[in-house]
Nanobody, 127 residues
Framework: QVQLVESGGGLVQAEGSLRLSCAAS????????MGWFRQGPGKEREFVGA????????KYAESVKGRFTIARDDAKNTVYMKRNSLKKEDTAVYYC????????????????????WGQGTQVTVSS
């Protein structure tokens, strides 16, 4: 059974930093592209960033480019997202997701392209 568990959320002040982790079980993370999405209050789930299964290809949403960094440790079956210079508009529930994908270089940006999801972790940025 595939399971993704996010951790590292919480309350942080604006301009602060936070690192989220996503631990995978029931799958080998090196066989999946991994992505992060978020859903703010009253908003739809939106793409934040993701990296490919191989090749180290990474995409980010424009709103987080330059502030968020995704890294993966396949030996630990874990994906991380370091977020710097946090803003109030970054307040959301953050989800990690796994994409089996046909292409090992694909970086999917749509929720429908992902095969497994975590339960989410709340991040609240205060001013």
């Amino acid at each position: 059974q595939v399971q993704l568990v996010e951790s590292g959320g919480g309350l942080v002040q604006a301009e602060g930093s936070l690192r989220l982790s996503c631990a995978a079980s029931g799958l080998t993370s090196s066989n999946y592209a991994m992505g992060w999405f978020r859903q703010g209050p009253g908003k739809e789930r939106e793409f934040v960033g993701a990296n490919s299964r191989i090749g180290g290809i990474t995409k980010y949403a424009e709103s987080v480019k330059g502030r968020f960094t995704i890294a993966r440790d396949d030996a630990k079956n874990t994906v991380y997202m370091k977020r710097n210079s946090l803003k109030k508009e970054d307040t959301a529930v953050y989800y990690c997701a796994a994409d089996r994908g046909r292409s090992p270089w694909r970086v999917a940006t749509q929720p429908s392209e992902y095969d497994a999801w975590g339960q989410g972790t709340q991040v609240t940025v205060s001013s």
